[in-house]
C-alpha cells in the first residue's frame, strides 16, 4: 500500500469541507488556495468525490462544493476508495487476471498474508471517520502554542 497524493489531498479536501459543513460550500479554487494544492488536481479529486457520492456540487455564483452526508458518516476508507479505486492492491488478483505471470500461484504460502493485511488496512481505515479528524485537529490547535 502506498498513500499516494491523491489520497492525502482527498482527505485534506474532505477535512477542509468537513469544518464548515453543513453551513458553507466552498469553490475549487478557494479549496485549492486552502489547501496549496494545484486548481487542475484539485478538480480531478472533486470529480472521483463527487462520483462516489462523498459530495455535492452546487452551481451559480455563490456554489461551490460541500459534504453529501455529516463527517460522522465518511471514513478514511470512503476517501480513499473514491480517490484511487481501491485501498490496497491485491497483488495475487493482479498476476490472476493475466497481466503477469506468477510462478507461485497454486500453493503459495505468501498469499494469506496479503489478504490479511489487506484485511486489516481496510479494516483500519473504514473505523475512523472524518469528524475524528476534525475534532483531534481542533484538540490539537488548543494545545499548540501560536
Known amino acids: 500500500?502506498?498513500?499516494?497524493?491523491?489520497?492525502?489531498?482527498?482527505?485534506?479536501?474532505?477535512v477542509q469541507l468537513g469544518r464548515s459543513y453543513p453551513k458553507a460550500v466552498h469553490s475549487a479554487e478557494a479549496l485549492s488556495e486552502m489547501e496549496n494544492i494545484p486548481r487542475d488536481y484539485v478538480d480531478q479529486i472533486l470529480m472521483r468525490l463527487r462520483r462516489a457520492g462523498?459530495?455535492?456540487?452546487f452551481r451559480g455564483a455563490s456554489g461551490g462544493y460541500a459534504l453529501a452526508r455529516?463527517?460522522?458518516k465518511i471514513?478514511?476508507?470512503?476517501?480513499?476508495?473514491?480517490?484511487?479505486?481501491?485501498?490496497?492492491?491485491?497483488?495475487?488478483?493482479?498476476?490472476?487476471?493475466?497481466?503477469?505471470?506468477?510462478?507461485?500461484q497454486d500453493g503459495c504460502n505468501i498469499r494469506p498474508v496479503w489478504m490479511k493485511l489487506a484485511e486489516m488496512v481496510e479494516g483500519y481505515l473504514d473505523t475512523i471517520y472524518l469528524a475524528q479528524l476534525i475534532e483531534e485537529e481542533k484538540a490539537l490547535l488548543k494545545?499548540?502554542?501560536?
Open 143 to 146: 494545545i499548540s502554542p501560536q
Open 75 to 104: 471514513s478514511m476508507g470512503d476517501i480513499f476508495r473514491s480517490v484511487e479505486g481501491e485501498i490496497f492492491e491485491d497483488t495475487c488478483q493482479k498476476y490472476s487476471k493475466g497481466e503477469l505471470k506468477c510462478r507461485h
Open 70 to 72: 455529516s463527517a460522522d
Open 1 to 14: 500500500m502506498r498513500i499516494t497524493s491523491s489520497s492525502e489531498y482527498g482527505t485534506r479536501i474532505m
Open 54 to 57: 462523498l459530495i455535492q456540487s
